[in-house]
């Protein structure tokens, strides 16, 4: 479990901050959040789908790192499998949230349970005279970073749903060993709707910023032969 | 040649409560009136000093394909309407007035019986041991028990796990709709009082006369005024055949109650709990309980009433005033009489207990939609077979209700037993419950695509009351294994359907907040 708390000098002064894997947060996830504009790196490697957060409903854009629900083949205790790690499977104890009563600012926070802190070992958040260490400067610029990609899925997302872009789809495929491959509840971009679609909505999209999206989720469905191959090699 | 007059280009629907708002939903969104190079005119007439009847507040499933059709979002109409969710009825102390009586009628079972029907096999084993009908080939009632809602917030809009209709708020569903309608499906509304309206020789109407002067013309007309019948009734003098011999339940005193507690569980259920002279029923909306005692005036006076309803919701009761509504119990002779046609409590109504009042509205919309005249010389056609449709449907509904009490044992009051009277039994209810005294309720019974209410609510009700046949010939039930096979997967559907779903409150919070997505 998490518990992050607002980042306060007097009280973390001596954090330190322990190197250590940096994939660590997605050992049993079959889905791993991106951002919008990940969506360019990581299409080339995995399938990048949206699918239903359990508490919200709300959309939330994914990479695909498994066949099966919470089975990952790109985790191991060597490290990530893969070239692009997902933004936000990188443990990091910094992260920014924001501040209910008014949702334009944020505050960077840490997780005071995650097992990177340290007193002792480790690169410290604080320099001697108290001011923010470089390192901690990098890992704020990496949680801004994160989370304004993340502010982008969800602008993306309406205007997909507006134009009534997105399909629901089951993942289903047949491994060598026999068993049945199954995910349910994804959601991607309806390519024959697309192909239908208007020449004014068209360029809606297009002066949006939206197409590359568009065509790097569509492409990334060929990554789901990669998944199968990988899991397949893994099976042997 | 035909005359310009004859083809129909106006509707005027004089009413703007429930009735007159899901009808004027209904047939704008059917004839497209907000294209504005439409030549049909739909004008609703709302009086804006007569209140509507503002109870009625229970629904069913249909209502879940009226929303979406009429082009409604499901989170809007639950954040306006105060809406929760209702999975059936439950009936307390309708079999006797013992304290463990109790069962449901639900809105889905986990397989179809007109595909496979259980319950014979329900009767020759699982009731033997005491278990229920609706625990057999259900998991709503579970459900229900556990305040659960009918699905998750991951599910889209509409979609259910397990077929739900609605509780809702009467004065803002009213309301919701009536924005609906003027902004988005091109409706008219005039606010005034109708005094009268004038009709040609041939005794059709052509106008309403408004108090505030203004005279409105139209070539079809929809009297949705309620209880009052302004067109079909005083204006044209349709009779009104009343059904109290039948059914004498003719007035209500409702309250509505606080929660106390914002975080209060809210029941996925209508509780519906029978008393010395009639019923309770109970509703659980997003803020407060809506509660009423639907009585009989020749066993009960309104005073007695009242005390009996507050004694039912107890402390909460103290600070809070209670209504009396006098209920108008009948069915006019005609609903629909040459270019006037009556929807909701102007065309009929019977108690609420079975909420069959809102449901018969849409039907009656969707009927008239559908073969809605274009030229009043197809009228006569159109009304004679509407008329029809709804006369069987009346009187099934009739039939329907009537049973609860035929299959009452309750003799603790005058009530009670006078509502197993033979006379007031109608024949065809008795006929049906013949029959059913020898063998199980069959899909053949209710062939009829008209028949108001499914063969699975007659089967929860007469099986929830106990009443089955007395011997069933085993030779004809061979199918034990599958049965058998059957009820183990609806008890591991209860498991899993239940296991996944959150609790009642919990999703109308998360529907507020977030919201359903339409995929
Ligand atoms: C106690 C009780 C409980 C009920 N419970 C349920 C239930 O659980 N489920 C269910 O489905 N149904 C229930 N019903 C029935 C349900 O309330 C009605 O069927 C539904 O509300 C439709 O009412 P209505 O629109 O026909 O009439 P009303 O709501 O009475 O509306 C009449 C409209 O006509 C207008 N009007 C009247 N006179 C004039 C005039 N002279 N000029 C202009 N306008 C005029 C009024 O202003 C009003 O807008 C219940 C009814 C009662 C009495």
Redesign the pocket.
Known sequence: MSNYQPLDKSKHQELKIKPIHPCVLAKEKGVIPIGLRETVTACAEYPVVFVKDDSTGQFRLVVLVGLRPNQSLFYSSDGWLGKHIPKSARSSPIALTQIASDEHSLIVCVDTDSKMLSKVDGRSLFDDNGAQSDFLNELIADAEDLYADHQLVKPFCDLLLEQNLLSPFSLNVEAEDGSNLELKGLYSIDEAKLNQLDKDMLIKLRDQGALPFVYAMLFSMARIDSLLKRYNEQSR | MKKSSDKINSIVI?????????TACILAKKFDCSDQANRLQITV????????????????PTMRRTLEAIGVSENDFIRNCQATFKQGTQFFDWKNNSQNSRYFNLFSSIFDPSDFNLAPYWMMSGAKEGLSYADAVSAQGYACENFLAPKRITSKAFEAHQSYAYHLD?GRF?EFLKDHAIKNLGVNLTL????DAQTCEEGYLTA?V??EGSNISGDFFID?????S?LIGEKLGVNFNELGDILPNDR?V?MQVPYQDPNQEIACV?KSTAREAGWI?D?GLQTRRGV?Y?YSSSFLTDDQAEQTLRSYVGLEADNLSARV?P?KVGRREKFWHKNCLA?????A?I??LE???????EAAANMVSDIFPASRSAMSLSADMFNQSFDFRWTRTIDFIKMHYVLSQRSDTDYWLAARELSGIPDSLQAKLDLWEQRPISKYDFSDINEPFPFESYQYVLYGMGRVPKDLPATMYTKANMANERFQQVKRARELICDGLPKHRELINQVCQFGFQSI
Do not use: Q, Y
């Not at chain 2, 804006?48 to 629904?59: L, Q």
């Open positions: 004089v009413g703007g409560g429930s009735a007159g708002w899901i007439v709302e009086s804006p000093d007569i209140p509507i009847v503002g109870v009625g507040e229970g629904t069913w009467a009213s005034a009082n109708v005094v309403v408004t108090r949705c005024t309620g209880f009052k302004l209500a409702t209508t029923w509703i009423g639907v509504i209920m929807i909701g409590l102007s065309a109504f108690e609420p909420a069959s009042a809102i449901f018969l509205i």
